[in-house]
């Protein structure tokens, strides 16, 4: 897979200082700051409704901040438009296995780099390299997929767009044990080309395993920080996201 280059000069990739956003007139997160380190696996895991699709939205400009200083590669983009802000590799990967269901899954893929057209080759390449099925089957009609092919899909399109800072959005929702593992693959080989990766969703164990640092967030706000597999085992996590006292790597999911 080739590597991809990135003008870093060894500070964060991506700095989020006091992001405070609000849903309508709802405030949901308050004074959120937190960094993101060039290749590194980055978790945010919380209870249902704490804010962690809110961050991923804000930072991907989906969701404008009622305030916020979001820094990324060295430049403010916490007043750009979403388009911008893809145009410099933050993509935003929602949950779920939305394809456009009559178009094949070629198609789907380009749709994914109409930013970025002149390196589609290139980023077919990568896709077709950490899912070998999506070339076997790119004449095919993508509603005719499995549930994680589809999958497959969100994510490829997400890198045909030019990712370099992937936020993923609950990737593991709705997929069998295997498929996530696939998935847990498939992240660190994009870390080794270069990728950097936040990634936030419920299937705690298995992001706080790949994860390099985790962030739980509650109400809105970051509560504890530390590396994935330390955090995986805090009495506190274990607590409000396993609701009970056992040590949380032993068991499924
Ligand atoms: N479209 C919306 N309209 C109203 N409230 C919303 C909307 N989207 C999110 N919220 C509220 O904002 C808060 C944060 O939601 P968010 O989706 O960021 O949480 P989350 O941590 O990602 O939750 P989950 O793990 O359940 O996806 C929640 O209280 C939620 O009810």
Redo the contacts with the bound molecule.
Sequence with gaps: MTPLALQNDGGPLLQVRNLCAS??A?P?LQDVSFSVWPKQIVAMI?P???????ILKAVAGIIRPVHAEIVYNGVRIDALDVADIVRMGVVYVPEGMSVFPEMSVLENLEVGGYLHRHRIDERLRLVFCLFPELEAKKRQRAGALSGGEKRMVVLGRGLMAGARLLLLD?PFLGLSPKIVRRFCSAFQELRKSGLTLLI?G?HVRRILRVAHVAYL?EDGSITLTGPGPEILHHHHVIQILFGDTRDSSQSAP
């Design positions: 849903i309508g709802t949901v919380g249902n409704g704490a804010g962690k699709t809110t609950d936030a419920q967030i």
